[in-house]
């Protein structure tokens, strides 16, 4: 069964958001490569320290949006490198209403740096879901997905983020299915979905209902259900499911 609770010790339900990961500053990468001539196509290398171990492409989220962009995974993005991961932390271009922008800059970024595991976070979490195509499965060990946006009809229903869908897609998620990775399943590479229960800004159960349908169609999918945890907790490297991504990155490694 592709479903997994786990528990935190926490003695009470605290529904504010946890935000600290925010305040958390980071080392610089180690270096910085173009992999497009616009702005936003680069990527920020941080080379494993210690022990080689494999290579991660780390996609930031942000609900699609331009103001968001890849500083707050910087900190995740060297603890992992400090646990022995080489880092690809990718920005890509925010385009709302041009959405095949973020996947062709996804993609081409993928490719540029010769693939690994995805790990996404939020809307990086759905684009992660969808990179796999013909140019670049061979490229990709397998996708860890945290609190992934991975229904957008259902995001777009329940109005996440103040019409976040809509203004990512401009158009409504039914005309656009080819970008739902509910809809595109993704056979071609194991997933592991990790979702905190109160997570106030992705449901748990668009995940739910994401792992019930792979697993019904027979692809590789897992979900790590944390109780206790919300929407940003899952990019702190201070937090608990810090240990589970090193775990599952080794699975899939």
């Known amino acids: 069964m592709s479903f997994k609770f786990l528990h935190r010790s926490d003695k009470s ?11 958390l500053t980071s080392r ?3 270096t910085i490569e173009k992999y497009g001539l616009l702005e936003d196509q680069f990527i920020e290398v941080f080379e494993a320290r ?3 171990i494999d290579q991660i492409v780390l996609i930031h989220g942000g609900y699609w949006r331009p103001e968001f962009d890849l500083a707050h995974l910087r900190p995740l993005a060297a603890a992992l490198s400090d646990a022995g991961w080489k880092v690809q932390l990718i920005e890509y271009r925010r ?9 062709d800059d996804v993609r081409a970024a993928i490719i540029h740096c010769g693939g690994g595991i995805l790990i996404g976070h939020s809307a990086g979490g759905h684009l992660a879901l969808l990179a796999s195509n013909e140019d670049t499965s061979s490229l990709i060990k397998g996708v860890i997905a945290l609190a992934p946006v991975s229904d957008l009809a259902d995001a777009e229903t329940r109005n996440l983020d103040n019409g976040a869908v809509k203004n990512f897609l401009g158009d409504y998620a039914v005309n656009r299915s080819d970008l739902d ?4 399943l993704n056979a071609s590479v194991p997933i592991v979905i990790i979702h905190g229960r109160d997570d106030l800004r992705v449901p748990i159960d668009m995940s739910r209902n994401f792992n019930n349908l792979y697993s019904r169609a027979g692809i590789d ?3 790590f259900e944390i109780e206790k945890l919300g929407h940003f907790e899952l990019i702190d490297y201070r937090k608990s499911p810090f240990k589970i991504i090193l775990a599952q990155l080794k699975n899939l490694a």
């Open 13 to 23: 339900r605290n529904k504010k958001e946890d935000r600290s990961v925010f305040d």
């Open 28 to 30: 610089a990468s180690d």
């Open 50 to 52: 210690g022990d080689y």
């Open 95 to 103: 385009t709302p209403g041009i959405p095949d922008n973020y996947m």
């Open 181 to 184: 990775p509910h809809v595109l």
């Open 221 to 223: 999918c897992t979900l």
